[in-house]
């Protein structure tokens, strides 16, 4: 592979496509501001990895952007293969040039500009902004337990097509929303699905309000097999061996682990060019009304604000307001006023 090193020069810099960094860029262009747009994989990337007709928690008001009104049939919750078509049109209806395939692997400060460097398939490009504005999201990658086992070729981090699992043993680890969905699909699917979780009980503010009851009704009538209290001590080629507090160890009979236990934020880019992470979750220093960072000219938006959440409170739905903000910013206008606040988010 041929190294290049091609210089190109921008306003701004704008680091990941997916929602909020779309609605950022159309924001961008109505305001007639230079900027370069950049993804290391696809737009809406996290988003493809959501099992097949997987549907979005928030109503679709609250997750369309850019002016754009997102429709679907019978007026129903947005699927994910609806979405991602959703967020195409919009980049194709606003003419967006986003360079996906090609991730930002590092950032300098030179004098009053950044210098980015980027890695693509055919080598490495090097381009100087003035402003940069990390949209990077939340849930970069996913959670790890770190016992024997975790690389396994039946163990997953992600729940794919419950297809796959039709007439197998699944073990699920995890007890938030993600989890329990893909127990209740897997289960319908024709699964034999068991769930292992470190707490005695789901936790009803973590889960919502309507799979409660059902997960709850199929454990209590052992069509789940439900194992809390317990913790993945080992995964072995057959199954998992779960320790708990209250009782001798259980070895549970599985083809196939799911390891749905959340995600974490990459924030190696705010760490790269010095933005403050605090911790827990290597959350970045920034002021809400500008969405500027301790980095003057460095930017931040969407649910990378909150880094690694471990109760989520940032979405989509509640992230709109940081692409008007860091236009205005960079405009000199004067700052949006704050949204409403939902008493309680839908996502």
């Excluded at 919502?208 to 001590?233: C, D, H, M």
């Excluded at 992470?277 to 970045?284: C, D, H, R, S």
């Amino acid at each position: 592979m041929n190294t290049t090193a091609t210089f190109s020069s921008a306003e701004v810099a704008l680091v990941g496509a997916g929602p909020i960094g779309i609605e950022l860029a159309v924001l961008l262009k109505r305001a007639g501001i230079d900027y370069l747009h950049f993804d290391a994989r696809q737009i809406g990337y996290t988003i493809s990895w959501f099992a097949p007709q997987t549907r979005f928690f928030s109503s679709n008001e609250r997750i369309a952007i850019a002016g754009v009104p997102l429709q679907t049939a019978y007026q129903t919750k947005c699927t994910q293969e609806q979405y991602l078509a959703y967020l195409r049109s919009v980049v194709l209806q606003f003419d967006l040039k986003v360079n996906t395939y090609e991730p930002v692997v590092n950032v300098e400060r030179a004098g009053d500009e950044f210098v980015l460097t980027t890695r693509r398939a055919d080598g490495q490009r090097t381009y100087r902004v003035r402003k940069l504005v990390l949209a990077t999201g939340g849930t970069a990658k996913p959670r790890r337990l770190n016992v024997p086992g975790e690389d396994l070729p039946h163990v997953s981090h992600y729940f794919s097509d419950p297809h796959a699992f039709f007439q197998k043993d699944v073990l699920i680890v995890g007890g938030r929303n993600s989890a329990v969905e893909a127990a209740l699909r897997s289960h319908y699917c024709g699964a034999r699905v068991a769930i292992s979780y470190r707490r005695a009980l789901f936790d009803a503010a973590s889960i919502k309000y309507w799979l409660l009851p059902e997960i709850n009704g199929l454990i209590q009538s052992a069509r789940i097999k439900g194992y809390f209290n317990t913790t993945v001590k080992e995964i072995h080629p057959s199954g998992a061996a779960l320790t708990r507090e209250d009782g001798p160890p259980i070895d549970v009979s599985a083809d196939f682990v799911l390891l749905l236990i959340g995600y974490e934020a990459d924030m190696t880019l705010c760490r790269l060019a010095g933005v403050e992470l605090k911790e827990p979750g290597q959350v970045p220093v920034f002021d809400p009304v500008t969405m500027e960072t301790n980095v003057p000219g460095i930017y931040v938006a969407g649910t990378a604000i909150a880094g690694t959440q471990a109760k989520y409170a940032v979405f989509i739905e509640n992230c709109h307001v940081h692409a008007e903000r860091i236009v205005a910013s960079l405009t000199g206008a004067k700052p949006p006023a704050a949204p409403p606040t939902p008493e309680r988010p839908e996502s």
